[in-house]
């Protein structure tokens, strides 16, 4: 069997297989690059809105609504950094909005205010 593959065309032109493999370390030149890349720890791919600070957020008007009355609220993105900072969790500041004009009061804890839901 390894004589006919030795012999034949397709077994001649097969790319030469790399020696590199999941445990080697990878070359110096690409930590390097790693580490000079600025924009690295800003982008945080996959991060959700919601756990994001304001100034971390690309969208210009920001809008959050309630996922039990059905109210939706916006604002935009400069307001809310003069309102609350540019350091604001986006999380906090849609809760906060929500809650400022809420109409499901009932006098519980457990059940009062709204259900915020990110946009």
């Known amino acids: 069997m390894e004589k006919l593959a030795g012999q034949s065309p397709v077994g001649k032109n097969a790319p030469a297989t790399s020696s590199a493999g999941q445990a080697d370390a990878m070359p110096p030149e690409y930590w390097e690059a790693v580490l000079r890349d600025a924009g690295a720890d800003a982008r945080q791919a996959g991060r959700p809105i919601q756990s994001r600070a304001l100034a971390e957020i690309g969208r210009h008007v920001l809008r959050v609504s309630c996922s039990r009355c059905g109210r939706t609220v916006e604002i935009q993105k400069v307001d809310a950094v003069r309102l609350y900072g540019a350091d604001a969790v986006w ?29």
């Not at 004009?101 to 519980?108: E, N």
């Open 91 to 119: 999380k906090d500041v849609g809760h906060r909005l929500l809650d400022n004009t809420c109409s499901q009061r009932t006098g519980r804890y457990e059940e009062d205010g709204c259900w915020p839901s990110y946009d």
